[in-house]
């Protein structure tokens, strides 16, 4: 993917070319892009974002130069991120970030600290599906592709693992005492997952590993596998647009996605009453801050909690 967008650039680039300064910083881009040695994931946003300033160029007629690149112009990009991309804060912020990654590489000298965007500091909705659904997809009689999804995300749920580590386990992840002890790919922290039995046979039944599947093709078949199991209640999504928040319901089935999988594992695991650092030493979260919003409670939940003081 990165690659493509590199490729299509270099294409379009040319195009708004205005003097030798504008080529060079576009360049200087492209070499920031095939020199870094980050995740996938980073590499991929950095290129998306090479992309997004190259739109704004042609939209704007603004020739992209280091000299002229001030608040003015940052306040303009945003503007057309939000309002002509349709863009989320969520993904504003990631492009901001991701321009000033690279200014400060290829411009070292400038202070680039006035490149931020902020967001509202709103408490994101975490998306879950229930004890009771993680059952009924674990007893579904399903085959082919359906059966290939469901034990790839019944996995990560009963791991807490993200999809990228799923599709890098190794056996020598086992430990004699049932418990996962790996390195995470996004964080580099380590995290102590259970090795519980459905994930045993799952293993089992895919040769010691999980089952193979692009993060993609999960998302879509995940769709699909859900709506034929009826998985329709009401979810609330929460967007954050221009500092302001969007809430809509919709069925489970047309959002759900892998990481729904790892959140399932820790709200469930907090709501068996295991302790919060246990939690997060199995899922290797490294902060209390990231745990937030795992921990609101239900009025349910409320009740019984307190049922356990009987006065």
């Not at 992209?64 to 989320?88: C, E, P, R, W």
Request: hydrophobic share 40%; with cysteine; glycine share 4%.
């Amino acid at each position: 993917m990165p690659e493509l967008v590199r490729n299509e650039c270099r294409l379009r680039v040319p195009s708004v070319l205005g003097n030798a300064d504008f080529e060079s910083i576009w360049v200087k881009f492209r070499k920031f892009l095939d020199q870094l040695t980050c995740r996938k994931s980073t590499i991929r946003r950095v290129g998306i974002t090479y992309n997004a300033m190259e739109y704004f160029c042609r939209w704007s007629g603004y020739e992209f130069d280091s000299s002229t690149f001030n608040k003015m112009i940052l306040g303009q990009l945003v503007h057309y991120l939000l309002h002509d991309q349709k863009l989320a804060d969520a993904s504003v912020l990631k492009h901001v970030k991701s321009l000033k990654m690279f200014l400060k590489t290829a411009y070292p000298e400038k202070d680039w600290s006035w490149v931020r965007y902020t967001m509202l500091n709103v408490e994101a909705e975490v998306l879950t599906i229930t004890e009771s659904e993680l059952n009924k997809l674990i007893n579904a009689d399903l085959r082919g592709y359906r059966s290939k999804t469901r034990d790839l995300f019944v996995f990560m749920a009963t791991t807490g693992m993200r999809h990228c580590d799923s599709q890098l386990y190794d056996m020598s992840w086992e430990t004699p005492e049932q418990v996962l002890e790996f390195v995470q790919l996004k964080t580099g922290g380590k995290a102590y997952p259970p090795l519980y039995c459905v994930a045993k046979s799952i293993l089992k039944r895919y040769g010691g590993a999980p089952p193979k599947m692009t993060n993609q093709k999960l998302n879509a078949f995940l769709k699909i596998l859900f709506r034929e199991l009826k998985f329709d209640r009401r979810v609330v999504i929460q967007e954050v647009r221009g500092k302001q928040v969007f809430r809509t319901s919709k069925p489970l089935y047309e959002v759900i996605s892998s990481h729904a999988a790892r959140k399932t594992f820790i709200t469930i695991c907090l709501q068996k009453g295991m302790p919060i650092q246990d939690v997060m030493k199995m899922s290797g979260h490294s902060d209390f801050k990231s745990m937030k919003p795992y921990m609101r409670i239900t009025r349910k939940d409320i009740r019984t909690v307190a049922d356990k003081w009987n006065i």
